[in-house]
């Protein structure tokens, strides 16, 4: 298969670096072209990326040239990283011009006809396609990946909603440093320290899970009706966001009922065999010290989300804890299994 030319834009960034480390060796895509902000346009990737991952910078992309985020970037794939205020101008102009956007940023998410997809939940909203084209009048498409806690929270609500129904949700967050990119919270702010806040990161928590739970409608996403309260903080974790959850069932569960069908959950069937896909998207996990972000949070190569401590709760009906890494399945590896569903769905044909 000829593999599809990819650019990445906000590639320096910790979202950036992290679609750097998936895409180097990825089997339908190959980046062609990398993008940061007009200060660092004309450095090499290695002049202008401080490389935050583990291991070392990929040879292949250490001396590409960063390109500015302009129409004129090569490939008609483009993975955005980019911030949400620079996401509100440039997506729209690149997708103007006939570039597929796969996008992290919250700029487009709550946009009509604009996708908001995690694909084992709700692939077919990608029904709303033919919506986007006829309102938007883009040559281009965009696809939108949820905030990164929404990913680890909407995965576990899922199976729970379609087994008992979910009526309300209590969820206080415990999100790691990198989730605010880099360099990101300054260390003296964050170190022996919790910071009780992280601008918009309720609202989009309260928003965003509704808009994947609920129902495609004669071609237009029509919401769930969760009550949520979201209480974000942001903890000194490196990666791996954790968030304990309190839900009121429509129907009754014990935690086994509820244990099973988190275990048992496996997703559309357009989403199995996808390369970045795992095996099992919810690991369920029966030790009473688990999940913990240092240790789980690279389960199924950072695609799995990782639930436990399943137990009644005294005030909803159940409580347990989950474990995301924000970067690969709430951000970079989200954005990718989008692409490929995209690719499988004969989406990127003409790209
Ligand atoms: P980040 O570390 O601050 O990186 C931002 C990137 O955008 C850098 O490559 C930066 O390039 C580039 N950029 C900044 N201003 C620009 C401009 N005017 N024009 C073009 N490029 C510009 O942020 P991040 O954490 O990677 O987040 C990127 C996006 O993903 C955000 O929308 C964020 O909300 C979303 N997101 C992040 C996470 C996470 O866990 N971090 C998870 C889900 C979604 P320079 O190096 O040249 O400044």
Redesign the pocket.
């Known amino acids: 298969m000829r593999k599809i030319p990819v650019s990445i ?9 992290r679609f750097v480390e998936l895409l180097i060796n990825h089997p339908y895509f190959e980046i062609v072209a990398l ?7 004309g450095k090499t990737y290695a002049e ?2 401080n490389w935050v991952l583990s291991g070392s910078m990929p040879e292949q992309v250490k001396r590409m040239k ?1 390109l ?2 302009t129409v004129d970037l090569p490939g008609r794939l483009a993975f ?5 205020g ?2 509100h101008e ?1 997506e729209p102009q690149l997708a103007a011009a006939g570039v597929t956007i796969c996008s ?4 487009l998410r709550q946009t009509p006809g604009v996708p908001l997809i995690i694909p084992e939940i709700n692939a077919e909203h990608l029904a709303m396609i033919p919506l986007q084209h006829s309102q938007m009048g883009w040559k281009g498409l965009v696809v939108t ?1 949820p ?2 806690t929404t990913n680890g929270i909407a995965m576990t609500l899922k199976p729970l909603d379609d087994a008992f129904g979910v009526e309300a949700v209590f969820a206080t967050t415990m999100q ?1 440093i ?5 360099p ?1 919270i300054p260390s003296l702010d964050i170190q022996d320290n919790i910071v009780p806040f992280i601008a918009g990161e309720e609202e989009k928590i309260e928003s965003e899970t509704n808009l994947l739970l609920g129902k495609l409608i004669d071609g237009q996403r029509v919401a769930a009706n969760i009550t949520i309260s979201a209480h974000a903080n942001r903890v000194a974790v490196m990666d791996g966001h954790t968030i304990a959850l309190s839900v009121k069932l429509r129907h009754k569960a014990s935690p086994s009922d509820a244990s099973m069908s988190l275990s048992d959950f496996r997703g559309s069937s357009l989403v199995q065999g996808l390369p970045s896909a795992p095996a099992q998207p919810i690991i369920v996990r029966s030790e009473q010290n688990r999940p913990q972000p240092r240790r789980d949070r690279d389960s199924g190569a950072g695609m799995s989300v990782s639930v436990g401590r399943i137990r009644p709760c005294k005030i909803l009906d159940l409580r347990m804890l989950t474990v995301v890494h ?2 690969v399945r ?2 970079a590896g989200g954005s990718i299994l989008n692409a490929e569903l995209l690719c499988a769905m004969g989406y990127l044909e003409s790209v």
């Open positions: 834009l906000g590639a320096t960034g910790a979202v950036g670096q993008s940061a902000s007009e200060r660092n346009a202008a990326c960063l500015p985020a955005s990283a980019l911030p949400t620079i996401a440039v992290n940023a919250s700029a990946s905030n990164c790691a990198s989730g605010a990119g880099y990101g924000n970067t709430g951000a």
